[in-house]
């Protein structure tokens, strides 16, 4: 419906993204509120969610001290955009300058869980060839771990080994990621801690933009980062997090085999995915999310 209302070029769409080209040098990044499971779009959006999530990503681009793609989530240079279409966008879009994207997910993980924690219990592999033993599930980590993956057009992203990924990245741009990606953690999980929030792990994406490695896409949101309530972690047990693990669990309730399409999400499971996305950006930033 949006490339109806929206007068620009549409370049990609992802699980929740669009993506429009502005001009040379920029493009129009819109979160939809749709929401994905095991790599399937589910049939019913979130309300708000991309809103929370555009709102989050600015949050953090203004505060973190890295080069990054986003420039303004104002929509008042963009002349041809149609009354409606500046009505639909308005809250869930970014202007963002275009980047070279370096084909690796940049995830780094300060807590043993999900599919980690699986990797781990059953003998090892990329995620944990670096971890001790003795850990269990959600135990926090001495120190944060690096664990890129391959980024796949289709399908689930691949971890890969440290070897894996300087193969394909080369050492220096390796070490540069690295070192970058748990410096965000790092300042990001400081900040939460301070607001009642544990940043379990996160992932990142970066890119060339003239020249300069950049941080890109979205940063630090419930979607691409698992936080939890600090005052309900408890290592050796589940932890509820503010994210679409809750759509997760109900789903896994039902027996889907996770191919489209999937099961209709009930209105509780709807409400109560919508308010975890709320309440986390309401901690995170000391203030609720405007949706006028």
């Known amino acids: 419906m949006l490339r109806r209302v929206i007068a620009l070029d549409h370049v990609a769409s992802g699980k929740v993204r669009d993506m429009y080209e502005i001009d040379t040098d920029h493009l129009l990044m819109v979160a939809s509120d749709r929401i994905s499971a095991y790599d399937v779009v589910l049939g019913e959006p979130i309300p708000d969610k991309g809103r929370v999530l555009t709102a989050l990503s600015e949050f953090w681009f203004d505060r973190l001290d890295t080069p990054h793609h986003f420039v303004s ?5 963009l002349s041809t955009l149609s009354d409606t279409g500046r009505t ?3 809250g869930r879009s970014m202007v963002v300058r275009k980047a070279e994207v370096i084909p690796v997910e940049c995830v780094v993980r300060g807590y043993l869980y999900g599919s980690s924690w699986r990797e781990y219990r059953d003998g090892g592999g990329p995620t944990t060839e670096h971890l001790p033993k003795g850990l269990e599930m959600a135990s926090v980590l001495s120190e944060p771990i ?3 993956a ?3 057009e289709s399908g689930h992203d691949e971890n890969i080994t440290e ?5 394909i990245l080369g050492d220096d741009l390796y070490e540069l990621l690295q070192a970058r990606s748990i410096g965000i953690y790092r300042t990001a999980r400081t900040h939460a801690a301070a607001r009642g929030v544990l940043l379990a792990d996160t992932k990142f994406e970066f890119g060339y933009i003239d020249n300069e490695v950049c941080l890109i896409d979205e940063v630090l949101t419930p979607d691409s980062s698992r936080y939890w309530p600090s005052d309900e972690y408890s290592p050796g047990h589940v932890v509820p997090s503010f994210d679409k693990q809750f759509v997760r669990d109900w789903l896994m309730t039902t027996d889907w085999d996770q191919t489209h399409p999937a099961p209709t999400l009930p209105d509780q499971v709807i409400s109560g ?3 975890r996305y709320l309440e986390v ?12």
């Open 73 to 77: 989530s104002s929509l008042d240079e």
């Open 146 to 148: 690096f664990t890129p």
């Open 281 to 292: 950006y309401e901690l995170i930033t000391g203030h609720p999310l405007e949706l006028a």
């Open 88 to 90: 639909e966008l308005t």
């Open 163 to 167: 070897q894996g990924a300087r193969t």
């Open 273 to 275: 995915t919508r308010a």
């Open 150 to 152: 391959t980024k796949a």
